[in-house]
Each structure stands twice: as structure tokens, then as C-alpha cells.
């Protein structure tokens, strides 16, 4: 398994490809081999997982923030812009910030940018540990380009050696995810937002922040609220709503996606509309809980041969968990 935290777990991320499975019918899958029709499934569960990417109209959005603020900061001296995606669990702020990174250096290599080079590293990702001090969050860095450290290694000596190594390596995009651990009540915090910050004017990269509700770890408050609302933008990452027209649309286009990401061989194309607001009740809108939830009942299908979903099973799943939240209520 990829190790995303370092610069060799990244280049296998973003070389991975996973292309679409050639359809097959149902007969043609029962006549393979048993050991095809293993390898078939195993190829149909990798893209679904790891293939395919759903592009949300909050994805697409961020997406373009992200790119306006690269190009600016390529040309500003100080005061570099950046983002913080901010979030409850279950709405895609981590695969948002890995795909964004992935399709950024895609591109970079597309048009031979120098950043994409051979010895260029154009996006670094790197999560903030838990209780995190400046010193902890730098030393993520050093493991992300494999510096060597020597034991006792003084703190200033690790930011010039982190700087110096974005400046080498044209950096243009650092990812950090799990902000929410930078909880700024504590001092040892504050010293490492101070050094993201320090980190940011030195390389000229553009930093993108993910976490929690980031609006409560006192980034945006307090001491440190004027120098990071002036020069990060923030954007929620939010459940969907089907309360409007457009809402509707959105959820819809996204099941259709993620049906045809199932690959399943008798799925009827749209089918899975007839259970679209069971799904957005079980899943509370959230995409992540909808693909685990999809995912599962999609090799369910497979094993059990059917190579459709049960779309019956959300709606007694519901009713399931209706009928326990009354009796809890009038117990």
C-alpha cells in the first residue's frame, strides 16, 4: 500500500491509473475462467474504488480557487494566498485534496512545466499529527522529501532545510492536511502555524489547508484571525441538500456517477434514481457514507451473482432505522 506521505508514496499515487473495466454481459462473465472472472472482479473493485472520481460542483469550485491562487503567488512576493477546506467527516476533504494535488501535477507534466521535471517535486502532502508541535509538522516534511536529519537536529536548521528543499524542488502546491490538529489555544500550535506561514513566504508555494471545523481551532480567531483571514480563503465542505430544484440535480447526477463507477453488468442505467431519497436519508448527504454504502452493496451483486443492486434493501434499511429511532424515542 502507497505511503501518500512521502515523495515516492506520491509519484506511485499520481502514476497510478486505474482505466474502466470493458463492459461484458452477465453470460459472457459466468463463461470466463475462474481465475478471468477473479482477475475481471478485481479490476471492477480497484477502478470503482481508486478509478473513478466524481466531480462535484463543490470539487469543481475549489478546484478553480486553487488554480487562480497558484498562478497569483507564482508572481507575489509576500502575502501568499491560500485555502482552507473546512468540514465535518464523510464529505470528501481529503480525496478532494489528493485529487486536486494529483491533476495538478498531471498537468504540470502535460506541458512540460519545469515543475515537473525530473528532480522537481511540483505538490507536497503532508498530515498534521495528532498534539502537533512546529518542530512534529516540520519533521513530516523532512519525511515527505527523505532529508537526511541527524539526530538533535536544531529547529531552524530544519526550516531552512524544508525551504531550501521547495525552493530546489519547485514546489508550487503544499498540501496540509488534518489543520484541525493545529489547535491554536496551545502555544506549541501557534509556533507551528507560525511556520507554515514562514514556510509559505520563503517558497512562493501555495499552501491548501483540510481539516474539521476548522473555524473552531482558533486559526480564524484570535491572535492569528487577521493574518490568516487576509490571506486564506475559506470554503465548506458540505453535505447536499435536495430542498431545491438545483440540489436535486446535483444528487441525482452524483448517484448516476457513481452507478456507472460500480461497473455492475444487468445495473439498468438510471436505475438507481428510483432510490434517491432513501440514499440521501441514509447517507445524510454526505458523499463518503453514499459510496461506502453503494460500494457494499455493489459486491454484494457480484458475489451473489445478480450484478445489480438490491435498490429494495435501502428502502427497508430506512425503514429499519426508523422504526429503532421511534422505539428509542418512546422507550
Known sequence: MMEIGTKEGWREFVDAAYEKPVPATVAQLRAMAPADRSLYNQIRARYSQAGAFVKTPQYAEFQKAVRRRVYLNEHRQVGKFGLILSGEPGQGKTTTLLQIGKEHELRRRLVAQSSALDGAIPVVYVAV???????????????FFGLPARRGVL???????????????RTELVLVDDIHHL????????????????????????????????????MLTGAREGQIRKRFKLYDATPFSITTKQGRSDWGNLLLALEDSLCLLAQESGRILTAAKALYRLSGGEIGPLKDMLQ???????????EALDLREFDK???????????????
Open 296 to 306: 457494499l452493496a455493489a459486491l454484494e451483486a457480484i458475489e451473489d451473482g445478480t
Open 183 to 218: 489547535d491554536l489555544k496551545y502555544r506549541a500550535n501557534l509556533e507551528a502555524s507560525d511556520m507554515l506561514k514562514q514556510l509559505s513566504e520563503r517558497c512562493g508555494s501555495t499552501f491548501v489547508y483540510a481539516g474539521i471545523a476548522v473555524q473552531d481551532t482558533g
Open 155 to 169: 529547529y531552524n536548521e530544519l526550516v531552512e532545510m524544508v525551504a531550501n528543499a521547495m525552493q530546489r524542488c
Open 129 to 143: 499529527p495528532a498534539q502537533s508541535s512546529a518542530r512534529a509538522l516540520l519533521l513530516e516534511f523532512v519525511r
Open 317 to 331: 434499511e430506512l425503514q429499519r432505522q426508523q422504526f429503532a429511532k421511534q422505539a428509542l424515542q418512546s422507550g
